[in-house]
Each structure stands twice: as C-alpha cells, then as structure tokens.
C-alpha cells in the first residue's frame, strides 16, 4: 500500500476514528486503525464494538491496500508531524514506513483479518437534523443518565419519533430531561434507546454547523449517523424505555418566571457553602415577586432575593443544587418558566422545546 | 470593622494572598488572610512559615479593626460574587458579613492573636529589575531544581551578584541552568540559596510587563520582593551552594549551530516511541552538515536529519530527551549554539545571557 495525504485532513480523520478506540481492552485489534485503500477511495475504520465508525480520508492512492495499526500510535505521530504531506507505504510484512519532510517513522503493522466490520444495514427509515439540532439535543439532555451501569436503560436517552416530532429523553432517577424537535414532513414511528456513551462520541464530532446535515437511520438493533464523510454506527440498548408520562403533569399550585443568570449564579454561590460530597439542599422560599434563597452550614451562610413574576400559592421547597443548575446551566433562554405543586412534588422547568423535570429534597427547615 | 472594595481589586488581591497559603496544615490559622484595616489603609497578610505576602488593597475604610478569615472560603465567596462593590462587615463575634448586591454571605472570623506576622527587616542591600526579566529568568531556570527533598539545596536557586551581574543558577545532577541579567550601577556582592517554591509562588504574581520593576532585597536569612503595592518575604535557604565553575570549561571537541524549533521538535516526535517511565535515550549522530537522530523502541523507529552548521569533530551521543527539551523549550533564541567534547562529557547550550550543561546517557549502539 501507498498513500498520500494532507496531513490536516488525515489528523482529522484520525481524531474522527479514535472516538470508537476503547481506552482499555483485552483485544488488541479493537486498538487499531484499518486502513483500506483497497478501492478508489481511502477509508478508516474503528470499532469498539458498541460503536463503530466509518470515515473517508481525503488522500491519493499509489498503491492499492489493507492495514491495521496500532490507533493511538498512529494518531500521536501524525499530530507531530510537520504540517505538510504524509506519505504513508507498507512493505511486504505490513511495517508501515510514514514520511513527513525529513521525518521518517517506521511502525508495524498488521492483517485486518481479525478485524471486526461495521455491520451491512439497511438503511432505509431515517430522519434528517442539522448537526447544530443534533448536537444541542444531545447537551440538553446528557447530564441526566445515570453515571453507573445498575440500571442500564439509565445510560442511554430514548430517541422517540412520532407525528413528525423528535422527542429525546434522558432520566436518572431524580430528573428528568425532555428535549423536542420538530421534523419536517416525516411520518416514521420510532422508539429506540441509544447507549448515552455514543451519543457523547458523536457529539464530539458534529460540526455544530446549522448548514450541516445529518442522516439517522434506524434499523432492528442498530443506529446510523451519517454525516459529511462519516458515519457513526452503534448498538441500541434492548428493552422497553420507563413510561414517563404519568410523571408528568401541566397541574401546578405556583408558577413563577425568572432571570435564568441570576437564578444559576445564586444558587452557584450557594453551593460554595457546601462542602463536596454533602448532600445539604438549597432551601428556596417563592413568594409574590422574590425568591429567597438561604442556606446554612458550618462553613457560614447565605441570604439572596431575586425578583421574579410569581402566579399562585406561595411555596418553600429544597432542591439537590446541582440538579437545578444543570438544567439552568443547558438552557439559553433568557427567562426560565417553572411549575411548583408543593414540597413534595417535582418541579418542572418547560417551554415548547425542553422540560426538565427535578424532584425535590426533604428539608428541615432552616428558620 | 467595615470596608468596602471594588471586586475587581478585591480579587486580584486575594487571589495573590493565596499564594502564601498552604494546601494542606495542621495550623488552621495559617490557612488564613490577616485583613488589617486599623490604620489608613487595608492590607492582607498570608503567612505558610516559609513564603509571607503583604499587599495593600485599593478600598474604602467606614470603621477601623483587624480580622482573621479562611482564605480559601473568603476568595471562593470574592470569585463568585456579582462585579460590583463588596462591602465587609465584622460584628462585635467577629463574624463577618460580606454583601454585594443583593447578595450575602456571613462566615466566621478570628482574631489575629495567634497569626505569624511578617518580620521586620532592614532593606538596606538590593538590587532592581524588571518584573518581565525576573519572571523570564525563574521561567528559564526553574524547570532543573531537584523535586524531591532529599537534597534540599537542589530544591532553590542560587541567586549572585557580582560584578555588577545577576547570576541565577538551579541544578539537579544531571544538569545545570544559568541565566544572567546585568545590572545597572549595582556594586553588591551577595549569594543566597531562594526555595523553588518561593520563586514559583513569585513568577506567578509578577506581571511580566518590562516597565513594572522588583526590588530585591537581601537580608541575613531572608530575601523579600517588593513590586506594586505588594511584599513578598521568604526564608533562604541555609547552606553553601555547589561548587559549579570546575564543571564549566570553554574546551570543546565540536561545536554545532542548529535551528532551535527544528531540533526541539525532533525530538519530541522521538519521544512518542518511548512509552512513559521508560529512560531509553535517543542517540544524536553529529556530521559536518547534519544531524541524524535515530531511535528504536518496540513500538517503531524514527529517524530524522536536520541541516546543521558544525565544527570541529564528528560525534556520536545520547540523552535523555526530557533534559534536552526541557532547556530548549525555554530558550527563545531562534538558533543554538552546542559545545560537546565526547560522548561521556557533558553537552552545553550557550549564549552570552544563558548556559545550560546537560549530562549524556550511555547508549548501547543501535546501528
């Protein structure tokens, strides 16, 4: 084999390809790189075997070939070289000799015998979404999985078509996030669990361009992202998704809108009191026109009032901080509308795009 | 007592206090800022026993007094608060209120009785510089102290003055670094030992600005910087410094001109194949006109030749990658200079303001 790239475009399809590398594993083959130059274009492949990535490399073919290298090897060396053409040759026994300028690097290579394949899928019910779409559903939501494989429908987001609505759902057990897109002229029904760790990859490669498009189609056990040159294949997590509309409701006793800024920077502050790892909520008292938000602790204390519009009963309620803040910190809207029943009840923060749910935390009250 | 601050200035004078506060002791009054505002002006003490700071902070004083506060709750509450004017409020308990806005904090605070004061020395011996050559000379010095203990002069930096120069020196055994800055009508004779720590704590407070200057003084036990509105004490330490002259020599075998970026570069790719921990040297090969560097390890090899000018003998040597990058990271000439005599001497990099001497690494053949 013997191939010719620009080093900024094959950099970046390295980068692309080590988001399907597995930090640690027992087969070795899954840390490589293959390589095919076997057609008339050149393309890499990784797979971890919960995701797999194809993508095309901007290049020129002397030779025809097929090698697998050692990924992040192959990665750290072109991200030193100098920034000019890359010319990579394999001899008969698959060493991979790789020539920048002066510098000449020589690394072993090997088959791609072993190598396990994307799988052939058909790809024949889909949807279209910008990558900015994608990749602002994905950051809405993702904070809410649950971090540990306990219960493993937690770890990924459910992915709902339905009535030319994307709705994406991502729940944890104390909250629950809900981000909507509208879709043009499409009639699929879908269901599909997506493992959050793919999702976290592919956001990782998305332009976040609002020109860019991505195709996802939607087969049996499997979800394809297809975009520029590449596409993301992974697994679907099996089983059926928790039925959350139950936990929801448009009832509320208190409704009150507020600077989302100065809402998050309160309660951040908040927090400074908080040694890591307690679990001391925030107790916020609503009434008409200001919130008050107090907490003490033995590191000292606080007090702020925040104006605010307020509709309702009046209510005092404590949250887990941090579950307030991801939810204010994802959002961008201005102003933040949210919903109160009482105490005891979740509070939902919603507009026509989002819902975040959060359930609240018991308190002794503090005055 | 009751002062008020804008945050701005409030900040940045926290955030150097910090820097005399220690990470972790088991003297809880250490780890606090001393506020003394008693006379005409507000000034914060921090003390770690062997770093002190002193610095006057820009402020309005409504009521005199003096307070101990936690300084790491204090500048976490101070970076947190909107950027407004802060107004501090101690009570007769000494608990002290700290609002801004609608925002406010109350912490305890503590009297200063059991708090290490600065001491009160003569500043009669010192010389001038700039802030931007002293932070240049730490930066380009600081890197080869020792890190460990075990020899706790390796652990400073000598700091001469004679003949009118200033002459910096840190070494660890396996190499040495000299910087030298020529003073203006300065006929002092002085050399102290100053802790790394110290002259890290230092670099990072200095602005670098070439207009702002330092005064350094020199006392029987401790050296004290005085820049801005700000002092900074620290205790020497005790012993006398290694005898380095009878390893400089001006004697060279070789002598070679190469393009810094182009060498240090090098380099680093070379130290991709090396996996972490491993001390595998890489092996220079100097001929008239070049430079080969080869390197062999299980994971490939590299090898590279860079134009040079070179006389004298051809040689062939190895080092530690790390010690030479480490000196030609920090130089910013454009080309270097390198004096070697065999592959068992050590190799020096100088110009008139710097040196740097590093020991080779014996190397088994690799050709």
Redesign the interface.
């Known amino acids: 084999m013997h191939i010719l790239f620009p080093k900024n475009s094959l950099q970046k399809s390295v980068t692309i390809s080590l988001r399907a590398v597995p930090a640690r594993t027992t087969m070795s083959i899954l840390e490589c790189i293959l390589i095919d130059a076997r057609s008339n274009e050149i393309k890499f492949t990784t797979n971890d075997m919960e995701l797999g990535i194809e993508t095309i490399v901007e290049g020129t073919i002397y030779e025809k070939g097929l090698v697998a290298v050692d990924a992040r ?1 192959f990665s ?2 072109i991200r ?3 920034d000019n053409d890359v010319d990579i040759h394999t001899d008969e026994n698959l060493n991979m000799t790789i020539t920048c300028e ?7 290579g090997r088959t791609g015998d072993d190598f396990t394949y994307l799988p052939v899928l058909e790809k024949s019910e889909y949807i279209t979404v910008s990558q900015f779409a994608l990749k602002e559903i994905i950051r809405q939501t993702i904070f809410s999985i649950a971090a540990n494989e306990n219960n493993k429908l937690m770890t990924g987001e459910l992915f709902e078509i339905r009535n030319g609505e994307l709705r994406v759902v991502s729940l944890d057990g104390h909250r629950i996030s809900i981000r909507k897109l509208f879709l043009k002229e499409n009639s699929l029904n879908k269901k599909v669990i997506v493992p959050g760790k793919t999702l976290i990859e592919i956001s990782k490669v998305l332009s976040g361009e609002t020109e860019d498009m991505v195709n996802i189609y939607f087969t049996e056990n499997h979800i394809i992202f297809d975009f520029d040159r590449t596409t993301m294949v992974s697994r679907l997590i099996e089983g059926e998704y928790f039925k959350i509309e139950q936990m929801l409701t448009n009832d509320y006793e208190t409704k009150m809108v507020i600077n989302k800024k100065e809402f998050l ?2 309660i ?2 908040a927090t ?2 908080v040694k890591e790892g307690d679990k001391k909520p925030i107790v916020i008292n609503i009434e008409d026109g200001s919130l008050d938000l107090r907490i003490q602790t033995p ?8 104006d605010i519009e307020k509709e309702g009963r009046d209510i005092m309620i404590g949250f887990n901080p941090k579950f307030l803040m991801d939810a204010l910190k994802v959002i961008d809207d201005e102003t933040v509308t949210i919903y109160l029943v009482n105490a005891k009840a979740p509070c939902v923060i919603r507009s026509e795009s989002y819902l975040y749910l959060i359930l609240p935390v018991n308190f002794s009250s503090v005055r």
């Open positions: 090897i750290d060396i030193k070289l100098p002066k510098a000449k690097f020589t690394i072993p920077n309160c951040d502050r400074l009191l590191m000292g204390s606080m007090d702020e009032r925040i």
